[in-house]
């Protein structure tokens, strides 16, 4: 029994600590645009670099096939490909967040750290970006992608939030140390499981 309580009262502190990194928002970004050019060369995000991702979630062209004089199984192909499509746009953002925390786990042993602060919030961000886009999925998955628009935008801007701040910890490398930190990032991420050794 007491476990059966410990269990609940710890269930509770994580989800008011995820609704607190959901209410309070995306981490702030403390860096200039000349690290993001730098750190998309150096890491690769598929979801985040996908060219406009709202299209997937628009039912414009759903509803102008619905409304034409074809079969409505045309139209169920093209709302069984969106829903696809999105379902596989946001696999691609949920391991682009799995990927920005690898690559801040590798700047850490690098030695570039923002700080216990900021490195828990930035990590409450993430949690509650995979939850979120978790969460997407299931609802693309039961309603289709055309119900859940609005929010599919809030999943990416998390992101990209970590993104900009994953690009501010990469600006602070030092020049002397970028080629060689570029060097075994390269080689961490072609090996799996992730090790970063210094």
């Given at each position: 029994?007491?476990?059966?309580?410990?269990?609940?009262?710890?269930?509770?502190v994580l989800?008011?600590?995820?609704?607190?990194?959901?209410?309070r928002g995306v981490?702030?970004?403390?860096?200039a645009?000349?690290s993001?050019?730098?750190?998309a060369?150096v890491v690769a995000?598929p979801?985040l670099?996908?060219?406009?991702?709202?299209?997937?979630?628009?039912?414009a062209?759903?509803?102008?096939?619905?409304n034409?004089?074809?079969?409505?199984?045309?139209?169920?192909?093209v709302?069984?490909?969106?829903?696809?499509?999105a379902?596989?746009?946001?696999?691609?953002?949920?391991?682009?967040?799995?990927?920005?925390?690898?690559?801040?786990?590798?700047?850490?042993?690098?030695?570039?750290?923002?700080?216990?602060?900021?490195?828990?919030?930035?990590?409450?961000?993430?949690?509650?970006a995979v939850t979120?886009?978790?969460?997407?999925?299931?609802a693309?998955?039961v309603a289709?992608?055309?119900?859940?628009?609005?929010?599919?935008q809030?999943?990416?801007?998390r992101?990209?939030?970590?993104?900009?701040?994953?690009?501010?910890l990469?600006?602070?490398?030092?020049?002397?140390?970028?080629?060689?930190?570029?060097?075994?990032?390269?080689?961490?991420t072609?090996?799996?499981?992730?090790?970063?050794?210094?």
């Open positions: 029994m007491n476990s059966l309580v410990l269990m609940l009262v710890l269930g509770g989800l008011a600590l995820l609704l607190l990194a959901l209410l981490p702030r970004a403390d860096t645009p000349a993001y050019g730098r750190l060369q995000l979801g670099s996908f060219a406009s991702p709202e299209r997937l979630f628009d039912p062209d759903y509803h102008s096939v619905r034409a004089s074809l079969p409505a199984e045309v139209a169920r192909l709302a069984d490909e969106r829903r696809r499509l379902l596989l746009w946001l696999r691609l953002l949920r391991e682009d967040v799995r990927t920005l925390w690898r690559f801040r786990r590798a700047l850490a042993v690098h030695g570039v750290s923002a700080g216990p602060a900021d490195e828990l919030r930035v990590a409450l961000s993430g949690l509650a979120l886009i978790n969460s997407l999925r299931v693309v998955a289709g992608p055309f119900a859940v628009a609005l929010f599919c809030s999943g990416r801007l992101v990209e939030a970590i993104w900009r701040t994953s690009a501010g990469f600006g602070r490398v030092p020049a002397g140390q970028l080629a060689e930190f570029e060097r075994r990032w390269a080689a961490a072609t090996t799996t499981p992730f090790v970063f050794v210094r």
